[in-house]
């Protein structure tokens, strides 16, 4: 699965850090275009592909794509 993050779509909810059942994501010190703490993709590989981070995102900034 591939993760990335519409960075300027984000607004720093951390609903995607806190429905992650894996912990996937970390709060960074990265800010946006708006001035949004954005998250990182801290840990991809322990993904196991739920969707929930994607699912509960509002701003609709995370993008999950299938891998071959």
Do not use: Q, W
Not at 61 to 67: D, F, G
Request: charged share 30%; net charge negative.
């Amino acid at each position: 699965m591939e993760i990335r993050i519409n960075k300027e779509f984000c607004k720093g909810c951390g609903f995607c850090i806190e429905y992650c059942p894996k912990k996937v994501y970390e709060l960074s010190d990265e800010l946006n275009g708006k001035g949004y703490r954005i998250p990182s993709i801290a840990r991809p590989e322990d993904c196991s592909e739920c969707g929930l981070c994607d699912l509960y995102c509002p701003e609709f900034a995370i993008i999950l794509s299938k891998t071959a």
